[in-house]
C-alpha cells in the first residue's frame, strides 16, 4: 500500500513541478530579452504559489524528497482511520 501512495505523491508532485519549473524557466527567458532590448529593466520577480506558504507539504519540491515518510505517514493515518 506504501507503494501505491508513493506512486501517486510523486507523479502529483512531479507534475507541478514540472509546471513551476516551465514558468521560471519563462520567467528568466523573458527576464534575459529585457536585459537585452531595455537599458533599466524591471527586476526578476519570481513567485511561488500561496498555498505553498501554508503548509510545507504542498511544495512539491519537499513532497519529492521526503515522500516515502509522507507515504508512511499516510498510511498509518489511514490504518488508524485518523486521515482527514
Known amino acids: 500500500m506504501d507503494d501505491i501512495i508513493l506512486k501517486y505523491i510523486t507523479d502529483e508532485a512531479q ?21 537585452r532590448r531595455i537599458t533599466t529593466p524591471p527586476p526578476k ?3 511561488i504559489p500561496p ?3 501554508e ?15 509522507i507515504a508512511y505517514s499516510i498510511k498509518q493515518k ?7
Do not use: C, M, S
Open 15 to 35: 507534475k507541478l513541478a514540472l509546471r513551476y519549473q516551465k514558468y521560471h524557466n519563462i520567467v528568466e527567458l523573458n527576464y534575459q530579452r529585457n536585459v
Open 45 to 47: 520577480e519570481i513567485k
Open 51 to 53: 498555498y505553498w506558504l
Open 55 to 69: 503548509d510545507k507539504k504542498y511544495n512539491p519540491f519537499y513532497v519529492l524528497k521526503h515522500g516515502k515518510q
Open 78 to 84: 489511514l490504518d488508524n482511520g485518523t486521515y482527514q
